[in-house]
């Protein structure tokens, strides 16, 4: 426990309406928290299908007594060259009022004890300027689109991202953004929020700000769960896309990228050779190969029960079947994708896979001298 808790202020940027909303924002309310907290609803403008829900929570935490502080803000639509995520991050931390930032998407169901850790672990260095929690993805699948969800992070990114943490001392060159805290004086380092303008991908583009300005990237020991449930095949491969597209521009090195691309390779060599193989009567070889794609289907099913994530069913092992089988086809497909939908936004991107509007800079191209910030 830490001697003191300093006050936080939790932005929550809202568009549409998320499988288990209501849960997910009563679950914001009642945070756990030991010290003072400000809970910030961001959204569009008054036609949000959850505003309702929001309003509906935080009269129900009135009526319990809940501690801490909640309210609505309208951010707008977002201007060129920035994010819809961004744009109601910028206005909400305008508004902002306690000594702690922290951005938490709408899908997350932390328990009553994730913002407590999270706290925790970016005050235990000094020298931390943020911090994440890693997440899972924790409801039984109902289709394949939500089988290969949790097999992309539970099987694949999720673990990567523990990998390389441990390999660093739980520190990473990078945000993953699904529920981070921010110390002020880091982000008035990076330049604030608005360094981010022209990114894709704030959030870790964010974190490699960070890194640059001299600070370090914490990770959480406790996982948060992603409520995701319902997601067809159609929309599982635009989630695909996306977090592909992500990676492209988030991730600054192949630390991260490296197992991900090994198991996508060992996936499709033994899955080619088990077919040459058989077209050329080597049933023995095409035998053996044929565990190879089989092996990493299990392997990632095996991660994602190991972290957290639902007890696998036939519809798990398609979901891992489905990640690594349309691999290529998303993979190269994201070198040529000009533009992207987002959360009901489309995103028109350039050739490096960031806004095609607006200034966006590479992590490196702007360093600060922490000391004269």
Same mark, same amino acid.
């Given at each position: 426990?830490?001697?003191?808790? @300093?006050?936080?202020?939790?932005?929550?940027?809202? %568009?549409?309406?998320?499988?288990?909303?209501?849960?997910?924002?009563?679950?914001?309310?009642?945070?756990?928290?030991?010290?003072?907290?400000?809970?910030?609803?961001?959204?569009?403008?008054?036609?949000?299908?959850?505003?309702?829900?929001?309003? %509906?929570?935080?009269?129900?935490?009135? %009526?319990?007594?809940?501690?801490?502080?909640?309210?609505? +803000?309208?951010?707008?639509? @977002?201007?060129?060259?920035?994010?819809?995520?961004?744009?109601?991050?910028? +206005?909400?931390?305008?508004?902002?009022?306690?000594? *702690?930032?922290?951005?938490?998407?709408?899908?997350?169901? @932390?328990?009553?004890?994730?913002?407590?850790?999270?706290?925790?672990?970016?005050?235990?260095?000094?020298?931390?300027?943020?911090?994440?929690?890693?997440?899972?993805?924790?409801?039984?699948?109902?289709?394949?689109?939500?089988?290969?969800?949790?097999?992309?992070?539970?099987?694949?990114?999720?673990?990567?991202?523990?990998?390389?943490?441990?390999?660093?001392?739980?520190?990473?060159?990078?945000?993953?953004?699904? #529920?981070?805290?921010?110390?002020?004086?880091?982000?008035?380092?990076?330049? &604030? *929020?608005?360094?981010?303008?022209?990114? #894709? +991908?704030?959030?870790?583009?964010? &974190?490699?700000?960070?890194?640059?300005?001299?600070?370090?990237?914490?990770? /959480?020991?406790?996982? =948060?769960?992603?409520?995701?449930? &319902?997601?067809?095949?159609?929309? #599982?491969?635009?989630?695909?896309?996306?977090?592909?597209?992500?990676?492209?521009?988030?991730?600054?090195?192949?630390?991260?990228?490296?197992?991900?691309?090994?198991?996508?390779?060992? #996936? $499709?060599?033994?899955?080619?050779?088990?077919?040459?193989?058989?077209?050329?009567?080597?049933?023995?070889?095409?035998?053996?190969?044929?565990?190879?794609? *089989?092996?990493?289907?299990?392997?990632?099913?095996?991660?994602?029960?190991?972290?957290?994530?639902?007890? @696998?069913? $036939?519809?798990?092992?398609? &979901?891992?079947? *489905?990640?690594?089988?349309?691999?290529?086809?998303?993979?190269?497909? =994201?070198?040529? %994708? /000009?533009?992207?939908? $987002?959360?009901?936004?489309?995103?028109?991107?350039?050739?490096? /896979?960031?806004?095609?509007?607006?200034?966006?800079?590479?992590?490196?191209?702007?360093?600060?001298?922490?000391?004269? /910030?």
């Amino acid at each position: 426990p830490l001697e003191r808790y @300093p006050s936080v202020t939790v932005i929550r940027p809202i %568009k549409g309406l998320d499988a288990g909303a209501e849960a997910n924002m009563r679950a914001a309310l009642d945070h756990g928290y030991p010290g003072d907290v400000e809970t910030i609803f961001v959204f569009d403008d008054e036609h949000e299908l959850a505003l309702p829900v929001a309003r %509906k929570v935080m009269h129900e935490a009135d %009526k319990a007594g809940l501690s801490g502080e909640y309210r609505v +803000v309208f951010c707008g639509a @977002p201007p060129a060259g920035r994010t819809g995520k961004l744009n109601a991050m910028i +206005v909400a931390l305008r508004q902002a009022q306690n000594e *702690l930032i922290v951005f938490a998407d709408s899908d997350i169901r @932390p328990d009553r004890h994730g913002l407590e850790s999270l706290v925790a672990t970016v005050l235990e260095d000094d020298e931390a300027g943020s911090a994440f929690a890693p997440v899972v993805v924790t409801p039984r699948a109902r289709t394949v689109g939500d089988a290969g969800y949790a097999l992309l992070l539970n099987g694949m990114y999720s673990p990567a991202a523990e990998l390389a943490a441990r390999r660093s001392g739980e520190k990473l060159p990078f945000i993953m953004g699904q #529920f981070m805290v921010f110390r002020r004086e880091a982000l008035a380092a990076i330049g &604030g *929020l608005e360094s981010a303008e022209g990114q #894709f +991908v704030d959030d870790m583009y964010l &974190g490699a700000r960070i890194t640059a300005a001299g600070y370090e990237n914490r990770v /959480s020991s406790q996982r =948060v769960p992603i409520i995701q449930h &319902g997601v067809s095949t159609r929309e #599982f491969v635009s989630i695909y896309d996306r977090w592909l597209t992500f990676g492209r521009t988030g991730l600054p090195d192949w630390a991260f990228k490296l197992p991900p691309a090994l198991q996508g390779a060992v #996936f $499709w060599i033994g899955l080619l050779g088990a077919g040459i193989s058989a077209a050329l009567g080597l049933w023995f070889a095409a035998a053996l190969l044929a565990l190879a794609p *089989l092996a990493v289907a299990q392997s990632m099913t095996a991660l994602h029960s190991r972290l957290g994530g639902a007890r @696998p069913t $036939w519809r798990t092992y398609l &979901g891992a079947l *489905l990640v690594m089988g349309l691999a290529p086809v998303v993979f190269f497909g =994201v070198y040529f %994708k /000009s533009e992207v939908t $987002w959360r009901g936004r489309s995103y028109k991107l350039n050739g490096d /896979s960031r806004l095609a509007e607006g200034n966006a800079l590479a992590p490196d191209e702007l360093r600060v001298n922490r000391s004269m /910030s």
